[in-house]
T-cell receptor
Framework: KNQVEQSPQSLIILEGKNCTLQCNYTVSPFSNLRWYKQDTGRGPVSLTIMTFSENTKSNGRYTATLDADTKQSSLHITASQLSDSASYIC????????????FGSGTKLNVKP | GAGVSQSPSNKVTEKGKDVELRCDPISGHTALYWYRQSLGQGLEFLIY????????KSGLPSDRFSAERTGGSVSTLTIQRTQQEDSAVYLC??????????FGPGTRLTVT
């Protein structure tokens, strides 16, 4: 069964600290893996996208890594800011059907001053 | 440019009533998706439109749910005889290709 699991479910960190969010998936084959940021009451916004041949992608203070062999991805946030408080969603697209996406349930990050 | 817009942003309805949710995709985007997001849950695929092709309705949870996309642009998701378990945020996404998605802000539906 194709699944995407994220951990932790929620996380509280102090402003300025770093954190790493995890995503494990069983989707096979897969086309690409995305990390989205979803602010409360808003739709998800794409942070990074990686194909199976890429193992790292950065977007400012956000760095995503991908290990296609172990089917694991992580999102590292450096020098967190209050505005980073949001849910972070890992999404894997199916390698056969490009319109098929598998969503993790997200990690809710709370950055405190 | 303008992003994906959805209306209404919030909808409260009584159990048994019908509701219509609207999605205005980004101009020129051929792919359009509807998802449902229940509290604390991941996004659940509902339906996918691509150009003039027949929509992929495989995610619709029951025959009370239907969607159409007129003229390849605006889409409407209709839920008939709403139930309390239909309460969720309904998200629409559009894309220039099937693997690219830009999400709207969602419609929060509450069935009382």
């Amino acid at each position: 069964k194709n699944q995407v699991e994220q951990s932790p479910q929620s996380l509280i960190i102090l402003e300025g600290k770093n954190c790493t969010l995890q995503c494990n998936y069983t989707v096979s084959p897969f086309s690409n893996l995305r990390w989205y940021k979803q602010d409360t009451g808003r739709g998800p916004v794409s942070l990074t996208i990686m194909t199976f041949s890429e193992n790292t992608k950065s977007n400012g203070r956000y760095t995503a890594t991908l290990d296609a062999d172990t089917k694991q991805s992580s999102l590292h946030i450096t020098a967190s800011q209050l505005s980073d408080s949001a849910s972070y969603i890992c999404v894997v697209s199916d390698g056969y059907n490009f319109n098929k996406f598998y969503f993790g349930s997200g990690t809710k990050l709370n950055v405190k001053p | 440019g303008a992003g994906v817009s959805q209306s209404p942003s919030n909808k409260v309805t009584e159990k048994g009533k019908d509701v219509e949710l609207r999605c205005d995709p980004i101009s020129g985007h051929t792919a359009l998706y509807w998802y449902r997001q229940s509290l604390g849950q991941g996004l659940e695929f509902l339906i996918y439109f691509q150009g003039n092709s027949a929509p992929d309705k495989s995610g619709l949870p029951s025959d009370r749910f239907s969607a159409e996309r007129t003229g390849g642009s605006v889409s409407t998701l209709t839920i008939q005889r709403t139930q309390q378990e239909d309460s969720a945020v309904y998200l629409c996404a559009s894309g220039p290709y099937s693997y690219e998605q830009y999400f709207g802000p969602g419609t929060r539906l509450t069935v009382t």
